[in-house]
C-alpha cells in the first residue's frame, strides 16, 4: 500500500496542472461577459429602443407639463443608464429562475455550457445596482424611493411572488404579473423630470405608464411565437401554448390596445397627427401575423418579433423625441 502514494501524489498533481491550464486557456471575465451579451442581451438592440424609451419618459414628462425644452444632458444620461441597467437585471434575475429548466433542455445557454457562472452573474447584477444607487444621488436624492420600489418588485419577480408552481401552470398570469415592472421603470424615468424639478406629476402620466405596461405584451408574445419547426422540448412559447392563431390574435390584440392608449397619450402632448405612423406600424403587423399564418415557414416567427420592435422604436420616438423636435423647430 505505502507504494500506491506516489502515483496518487503524481495523479493530485496532474489534476492541478489540468485545473491550472484550464484557467490559463479560459478567456477572461470581460471577454466572456462581451460574450453573453451578445447571446442574452444584444446591446445593439437594446441601446436604441431603451434609449427612445427613456428620452421618452422624461420628454413626455416635460411637455405634459408644458415645459419645451431641451431635457439636461444629466437627466438623460440617468435616465438612460438606470434603464439600461434595468433591464440588465430583468435579464440575469431570468437566468436565476430558469437555471433548472435550461441546464435541462437549453444546455447551449452561456449559464449551462460554463460560459459564465450564477455567482458572477450575481457580482454584475449587484455592481449594476450600485450604478444605479450613484446615478440617482447624482442627479437628486429624491429618486431613490423610485429605486426601491422598482427593485422591491423585481425582487419579488425573482421570487416568483412565492407561487412559482402555480404561475408556470397560468402562462397568461405569469406574463401580465411580470410586466408590471415596465410602468415602474417608466415611473422612475419620468420622475427625472418632473420630481428633480420638484413639481407634481403630469397628468398625463397614468396614459404612459399603461402604454408601457401593454407594450410589454407586444414584446414578450412577439418573441415568443413561432413556426412548429422552431419549437423546442421544455420550453414554453405562446404558439405551443395557445396554437398559432390564438397567439397572432392576442399579438395583434396588445397592439390595437398599445396603440389606442398611445392615441390618448398624444392628446396629453398635442401632436394627434402621429396617430398616422400608429396605423401604418399596425398595418404592417397585420400582414406580417396573417403571413406568418398563411406560411409559418422555419425562422419565420423572427418576423413578428422584428415588427414588435419596430412598433416599440416608433412608439417611444413618437412620444418623446420627434414630437419635442418639432416644438422646437417650429417654436
Known amino acids: 500500500m505505502p507504494n500506491d502514494a506516489p502515483i496518487q501524489a503524481n495523479q493530485t498533481n496532474n489534476d492541478v496542472a489540468a485545473t491550472m491550464l484550464r484557467a490559463k486557456q479560459r478567456p477572461s471575465f470581460p471577454a466572456r461577459m462581451w460574450v453573453y451579451q451578445r447571446e442574452r442581451f444584444p446591446l445593439a438592440t437594446h441601446v436604441p429602443l431603451i434609449a427612445a424609451f427613456s428620452f421618452c419618459t422624461l420628454t413626455f414628462s416635460m ?3 408644458g415645459v419645451v425644452a431641451l431635457p439636461s444632458l444629466k437627466a438623460v444620461v440617468v435616465a438612460f443608464c438606470t434603464a439600461l441597467l434595468f433591464f440588465l ?8 429562475k430558469d437555471a433548472d429548466e435550461d441546464a435541462l433542455y437549453r444546455p447551449y445557454r452561456p449559464v449551462p455550457r460554463g460560459l459564465v457562472t450564477l455567482r458572477e452573474l450575481a457580482i454584475v447584477a449587484v455592481a449594476a445596482g450600485a450604478v444605479q444607487t450613484l446615478l440617482a444621488l447624482w442627479l437628486s436624492p429624491a429618486l431613490l424611493p423610485f429605486l426601491l420600489l422598482t427593485w422591491a418588485y423585481l425582487g419579488l419577480m425573482c421570487r416568483e411572488f412565492f407561487v412559482r408552481d402555480w404561475l408556470k401552470a397560468h402562462p397568461s398570469t405569469y406574463m401580465w404579473s411580470h410586466m408590471l415592472i415596465l410602468p415602474l421603470i417608466d415611473l422612475y424615468g419620468t420622475a427625472c423630470d418632473w420630481r428633480v424639478a420638484n413639481v407634481a406629476p403630469p397628468l398625463g402620466l397614468g396614459i404612459l405608464l399603461f402604454v408601457s ?12 411565437i413561432r413556426a412548429p419547426e422552431d419549437e423546442e422540448y421544455g420550453v414554453v412559447t405562446y404558439t405551443a401554448h395557445w396554437g398559432r392563431q390564438r397567439a397572432v390574435l392576442v399579438w395583434l390584440i396588445a397592439l390595437t390596445v398599445t396603440a389606442i392608449a398611445a392615441a390618448l397619450a398624444t392628446f396629453q402632448i398635442e401632436t394627434p397627427w402621429e396617430i398616422a405612423a400608429y396605423v401604418a406600424v399596425a398595418a404592417l403587423a397585420v400582414v406580417m401575423g396573417l403571413r406568418f399564418l398563411r406560411r409559418p415557414a422555419p425562422g419565420s416567427g423572427k418576423s413578428i418579433e422584428l415588427v414588435s420592435g419596430l412598433w416599440t422604436l416608433v412608439l417611444y ?8 423636435a418639432l416644438r422646437l423647430t417650429f417654436a
Do not use: Q, Y
Request: proline share 3%; aromatic share 10%.
Open 89 to 96: 437585471e430583468m435579464r440575469i434575475a431570468d437566468e436565476f
Open 63 to 65: 411637455l405634459a407639463r
Open 213 to 224: 405596461f401593454a407594450n410589454g405584451f407586444i414584446l414578450e408574445v412577439g418573441r415568443k
Open 317 to 324: 420616438l413618437s412620444l418623446g423625441a420627434i414630437p419635442l
